[in-house]
């Protein structure tokens, strides 16, 4: 459903589902007694300045009958976010296509405490390009190339290149090194991860999840000895990467997560997570020759690293 409402400030108004029947004779009455801990002021006074619409743009007032319309659109009012210290270096734009190297601790999209600050609201703004959506995304901790749609109406055609696999992606990593690992290595193994755990796990069963290791170099650094590593993944598990290198012995630079959870502590902006999106590679669906983006992005964490 298209919403009625425009993007705002890079942010896409929020829809809700209202009942069919209820104690509620108002549809804000019912939005009243379900977010009863949020200013009721100011709900009010979104449904009497005509921000809260239907599908299809009907004004939701303040006398709107409850089982009216089946869903509603308004805006939320967003907290005040500090901006984050780290910066979106745009690699490529065009009608149709926006590549960005999206920088550790930046989410892709708004969820819980990020809003304004996620690569889609930050780029939206500053490109002022209020229908960019992102074909698809990156952990918040890690870094490199990401792809957004800029034209709905060939939105379709790059989305189908992920969801048919035919997309190669290439990652970078610095994590420790095993000597008696022989390289390169492919990972297979069955991963789950559920929505009320915090991790993925590996269990038993038909692999899933498919990534090729190779070590590129060694090097001394602030860790001790570590490897920079090429990843090539074949499937996009939740944390894939992160799971199986730690699962070889060799756990990713900075990972808070794998092999052991930390506690949760503040970000420590000087130790980003040392994974890379580096590079993407596809034959474009609308011109039918081959595209590449690489990502500018360095791992700190490799001391000697170079292309």
Request: aromatic residues 8%; without cysteine; charged residues 25%.
């Amino acid at each position: 459903m298209k919403s009625p409402l425009p993007v705002r400030n890079g942010v896409n108004a929020t829809r809700m589902r209202m009942p069919a029947a209820g104690p509620w004779a108002t549809a804000m009455e019912y939005v009243l007694e379900r977010f009863n801990h949020v200013d009721r002021d100011g709900i009010v006074d979104r449904f009497r300045r005509g921000e809260v619409k239907a599908l299809g743009g009907d004004v939701v007032t303040p006398d709107t009958p409850l089982n009216e319309h089946t869903f509603i659109w308004y805006y939320r009012e967003l907290p005040v976010e500090a901006r984050l210290p780290v910066e979106l270096g745009v690699l490529h734009r065009d009608e149709h296509l926006v590549v960005v190297d999206k920088p550790h601790f930046l989410p892709t999209t708004p969820g819980g405490m990020y809003v304004q600050e996620s690569a889609l609201v930050r780029l939206r703004v500053m490109l002022d390009m209020p229908d960019l959506v992102p074909i698809h995304r990156l952990d918040r901790m890690t870094a490199g190339v990401l792809l957004f749609s800029a034209n709905p109406d060939t939105r379709g055609a790059y989305q189908l290149l992920f969801e048919r696999r035919r997309v190669q992606k290439t990652y970078e990593a610095v994590a420790g090194v095993r000597p008696e690992l022989q390289f390169p290595l492919t990972v297979r193994s069955r991963m789950v991860k559920s929505r009320t755990y915090l991790l993925a796990q590996e269990v038993e069963g038909e692999p899933n999840a498919e990534t090729r290791i190779e070590l590129v170099d060694t090097a001394d650094g602030a860790a001790g000895r570590v490897g920079r590593y090429r990843l090539s993944p074949h499937t996009g598990k939740t944390h894939q990467l992160r799971v199986h290198l730690a699962a070889q012995g060799i756990g990713i630079v900075n990972d808070p997560f794998y092999p052991v959870l930390l506690p949760e502590t503040p970000d420590d902006y000087t130790k980003p997570l040392q994974l890379l999106a580096k590079s993407i590679e596809f034959t474009d669906p609308l011109s039918g020759r081959p595209a590449r983006f690489d990502s500018r992005l360095r791992l700190s964490a490799f001391p000697t690293m170079t292309q």
